[in-house]
């Protein structure tokens, strides 16, 4: 009985706060998230990735080992991901791939391993998703628009606290106590903002082709925790580590892939990544909970 609570206490807060947003993007349609948008990229992802990769306790070793990691689940990833939309027989499979390979690992895995696993798990969470927001500004942008533009990342605020946080960890530098402080209360209001934002985006993605989404979002969301149970079996990993990558490798496609796509890709290509959000998301909410126990359960 004792799991089945855990598991509320962890899922709840998560879903109630997506809700708020929904409610709020149903009552008023034309609510602007704009200002969610940029606080979130230019200040608030960072300051998260500051606090949760050098205030939490983990070590630089286990950051590397599990930005390592995670990098395998995103080749992974991008094999299933390529054999899926050729299935689907999909013309331009490059543009579509982002969303099956780049999952929500910060708008919903980051607190989902907080309230999992503590303060360590946001840390270990924070090493992974670290990695998929560097893709998101660097492989999402080039697969969105078939080139790469470095000016996105010299512009990209969060990738700049990835190599800072990199270096305060491998130094182990303790950082000032008003710093440590400021990060932690920007990373709590980021995490209820970009969650109520997830909750006010469903409701403006819609979905233009229900059974290639369906197929998708099943390819997303069943191979990816699949391919977690490989990685944790292969090298043989335990403990709350190994169920934050779990956690993270079953997260729905994010819905940084539709901003991207809706900058760099033709109006076709975002309207099959936004569907295939919207029906990921949606799977999630019954996925979800079931990983999340099975990671309680097993590796705590």
Known sequence: MEIYIKLFEVLF???FVVGIGYYLGRKSPKIDTAFITNFAANIGTPAMIIYAVTSTGITFNIFADYFWYYLLAIILFSIVGVITLYILKTKDIVRELPPLILPNTGNMGLPICLFAYGSQGLGVSAAISSLIILFH????VFLADRKFNFKVIAKNPPFYAIIFSAIILFHEIELPI????????LMYATIF????????ALTRLKVFSLNKAIFSSISRMIIGPIIGFLLIYFFNLNGFAAGVLLIQCSMPSAVLNYLVASIYSPKKIVDSVASTIVVSTLMSFITIPIIVFIALKYFS
């Open 13 to 15: 807060p998560v879903f």
């Open 137 to 140: 500004f660097t492989l999402g």
């Open 193 to 200: 903002l970009i969650l109520m934002s997830l909750g006010i």
């Open 178 to 185: 008003f710093i440590i402080n400021t990060t932690e209360w």
